[in-house]
């Protein structure tokens, strides 16, 4: 769909503005909480019906994927149309109508390597929310060297049999299904590599949870003991799902980058610094050190929102995101962990509760979230991996023999 301008454009933004009024639910107007994220999927729970309300018109619409072409359940909009709807849902501080990998990142590579009858058949699930995806990529021998995966597809004829193990598979527990990296040709090393999607409940398929040192269990291992999965399940070419894995990661790496990845119940660090640490007369946080690494941090944050757009916008005028993702991506994860080691600075002998009296709940969060956010200079591709992609392909820099 062609770009609208001038009338047309502040048509569709004075419709879109009546629509939402008249279709956000008041009660979502409450900060979300991290157990209150709208997941979607056969196993999820929705904790509060109008978020699931939310996310039924919001899919009516296609705007749980506002540019991805109606025939396949998107909105159709163009970009200056998305611009509009991203900025109406801002001015009213919407909450997301679904958190998705299947939007972030396996929707993207399908419209551009799927067939036509997988387009159809899994497009539409993924913009309503009916389906929750999990990412079988590592292993335990293949975490930062991904193309040595060893998980075995085998084919059978009629069907493909997997057998092999996955490591850190965010949400494989709850999830329904999974796009999943597997080896189709052992003489062979990133050309041997086939991209499969199957039904998690598959006879076969077993995810364990894993507990982090936050004390949740967000990651999993995930096994297959003789998996059988339908041949038209798999993506693209056999032994060509390196060039879709390379694509898929692209679209994670922009979309962890782009959120910033959360956290902290919400807290805002410098009203967090300013209770705990305290102010002067005149408002200004009373440690003059921690208040000038503050203000860095947040200028910084501002800088980096600003090129997340820039790259945005670049990304949707070429052929979808570039190497550059990397650099956005190694600082996402560099900045949200400093965020958190001030805040736990800021909050002092109450930075370091775990449990117990004496501490509220949104200090326990912010010191669990400190121990989490040391995975995200690993998720998504380590920050060493990303830096090896800038070095390589954003600044063309050889390696020295």
């Not at 060893?150 to 193990?165: F, R, V």
């Not at 820039?310 to 949707?316: D, I, T």
Request: aromatic content about 8%; hydrophobic content about 35%; some cysteine.
């Amino acid at each position: 769909m062609a770009d609208f301008g001038g009338g047309e454009l502040e048509t569709f933004r004075a419709e879109t503005r009546a629509w939402l009024e008249a279709n956000y639910p008041p009660s979502l107007s409450a900060p979300m909480g991290e157990d209150d994220a709208p997941w979607g999927g056969r196993k999820f729970a929705w904790k509060n019906p109008d978020a699931k309300l939310w996310l039924d018109r919001m899919a009516e619409r296609g705007w749980t994927a506002p540019m991805w072409p109606r025939e396949y359940g998107g909105g159709g909009l163009s970009k200056a149309q998305n611009k509009v709807l991203d900025q109406e849902l801002r001015r009213i501080k919407a909450r997301p109508a679904l958190m998705s990998f299947g939007v972030w990142m396996l929707g993207p590579v399908l419209l551009e390597y799927a067939t036509e009858e997988q387009k159809q058949r899994f497009l539409p699930q993924i913009v309503r929310g009916e389906i929750r995806w999990c990412q079988g990529y590592s292993e335990p021998g293949a975490g930062s060297d991904l193309a040595s995966l060893q998980t075995k597809c085998e084919d059978k004829g009629d069907h493909w049999l997997i057998n092999g193990q996955k490591v850190w598979t965010s949400y494989a527990d709850q999830a329904d299904w999974i796009f999943c990296l597997v080896r189709t040709d052992t003489t062979k090393k990133h050309e041997g590599i086939s991209f499969v999607l199957f039904d998690m409940t598959s006879p076969g398929v077993e995810a364990r949870p894993i507990k982090l040192i936050s004390g949740s269990s967000p990651f999993c291992e995930t096994f297959f003991d003789n998996v059988k999965v339908p041949k038209e399940q798999l993506v693209g070419k056999v032994n060509g799902g390196w060039d879709i894995a390379k694509r898929l990661l692209q679209y994670e790496r922009q979309n962890i980058s782009a959120s910033g990845f959360g956290g902290g119940g919400g807290l805002d660090l410098v009203d967090v610094a300013k209770k705990e640490v305290g102010v002067d007369a005149s408002g200004k946080l009373l440690d003059g050190d921690l208040r000038g690494r503050i203000a860095h941090h947040r200028m910084d944050g501002h800088a980096f929102m600003l090129t997340v757009r820039r790259a945005e916008q670049e990304s949707k005028t070429g052929s979808g995101p570039s190497a550059a993702v990397s650099i956005i991506k190694y600082a996402a994860a560099k900045m949200n962990q400093d965020r958190y080691e001030l805040m736990v600075e800021a909050m002092g002998l109450q930075g370091l509760g775990w449990e117990g009296e004496g501490f509220s709940q949104d200090e326990l969060n912010v010191t669990r979230g400190m121990l989490r956010s040391k995975g995200n200079s690993i998720e998504g591709g380590t920050s060493e991996v990303n830096l090896n992609v800038v070095a390589k392909r954003v600044l063309g820099l050889l390696d020295h023999q």
